[in-house]
DNA sequence: GTCTATACCTGGATAGAC
DNA sequence: GTCTATCCAGGTATAGAC
């Protein structure tokens, strides 16, 4: 995910030990440790604790956005949106469980006060495009867009996160085609 | 919700101070301060930091699995217990917002960690309790227990995630009924 | 049971050599 | 750009009076 320099290792580090422990719970020692670098290192790279968390939710949120403008390009039907949003997201809690808990699961809050709420981050942001564009077409009927983003998402999510809970008994790409035909059935506009 | 002594005010300052700042970042001092006791009652009655949180976390919890009991017993049919939930939910989100952010948006893992994941906890054993008896009775369609589940209650906290973060217009209880509606379609038994 | 004062330590951040 | 050594603030927990 990130390069061999002082500051991709910090990075990746930083990455692993904050999704296991949690922000506060994690020290520059314990990172510089894991990292094999040395704390001038990281103070040179970064200003503080913070910045390293800021940085490493911000690159990891503009990568999942790339992917989802993708979506967007490649798939023409609302349908298709959203079973390749289904597809990306069981892809990532596989391959990246502990990224996906670092940003679905970690309290920003805490440590990023000022950052706006994940719900309008950019790549939910492209979810809710989805979604209306959908509606408009007349392929989701017409009800509110939370009601809609709800329904459309919200049931992904919450695999998502059983999945990373550890209750599932097979991975979550198992479950998604599933999963995705009902939820259809909640939204499609019936003709 | 708790009483007047040292030990109820310690936990209604606390829950307010740790729902709007984070465990970590809330202070013995910070709750000592907004709760007007000292230091040493609140040594008193807790042996440190950790206890405060844990306690709060589980008396919460086990205020929210005697209304899921209620519901369990007083709603015989499938439809009407999850309705029911619904509502309690609702309810819950509007009446005590910081609560509801408590108990679904804490990372416990930073300061329980050996607290089981929420999934298993007691009131969401429950839902899965009510979604098996659907399953069972054939008002819900056969599907994987993990998915029906996702369907029955994904969008549901889906929706209170979107009101405690802000972004709704209305308060969660406009929207259960339109929800609830599409939900159910997702999962019912078509004869 | 409740109070004040304080001991002790963790951990973020800096200084300055190389 | 990277290192080691160190400073110092903030915060948990305890001691001991009342």
């Not at 422990?21 to 994690?26: D, I, L, T």
């Not at 979506?71 to 502990?98: C, G, H, S």
């Not at 309008?120 to 979810?127: H, I, N, T």
């Given at each position: 995910m990130?390069d ?7 990075l ?8 296991e ?5 994690v ?7 894991h990292?094999n ?8 790279h970064?200003?503080?604790?913070d910045?390293?968390?800021k940085t490493?939710?911000?690159?990891v949120?503009?990568?999942i ?19 390749a ?7 990532m ?14 309290a ?19 979810m ?5 564009h959908?509606?408009?077409k007349?392929?989701i009927?017409?009800m ?38 009902h ?5 499609a506009?019936e003709?």
């Amino acid at each position: 995910m990130f390069d061999d320099s002082a500051r991709g290792k910090t990075l990746s580090s930083a990455l692993i030990l904050l999704t296991e422990k949690g922000f506060h719970s994690v020290s520059i020692h314990d990172i510089r440790k894991h990292a094999n670098v040395s704390t001038g290192a990281i103070y040179h790279h970064f200003s503080n604790k913070d910045e390293i968390a800021k940085t490493l939710f911000t690159e990891v949120l503009s990568h999942i956005t790339e992917k989802m403008d993708d979506i967007l390009l490649e798939q023409p039907t609302t349908f298709d949106r959203i079973q390749a949003v289904y597809q990306m997201a069981a892809q990532m809690v596989n391959e990246k469980p502990e990224l996906t808990r670092f940003i679905i699961k970690q309290a920003h809050r805490e440590f990023l006060p000022d950052e706006k709420p994940l719900c309008v981050s950019e790549p939910f942001l492209r979810m809710k495009t989805i979604v209306q564009h959908g509606i408009k077409k007349g392929d989701i009927a017409p009800m509110d867009i939370w009601v809609a983003l709800s329904l459309t998402f919200g049931s992904l999510l919450r695999l998502i996160e059983y999945q990373l809970d550890g209750v599932l008994e097979n991975t979550a790409d198992t479950y998604i085609d599933e999963l995705l035909q009902h939820a259809w059935k909640s939204i499609a506009q019936e003709d």
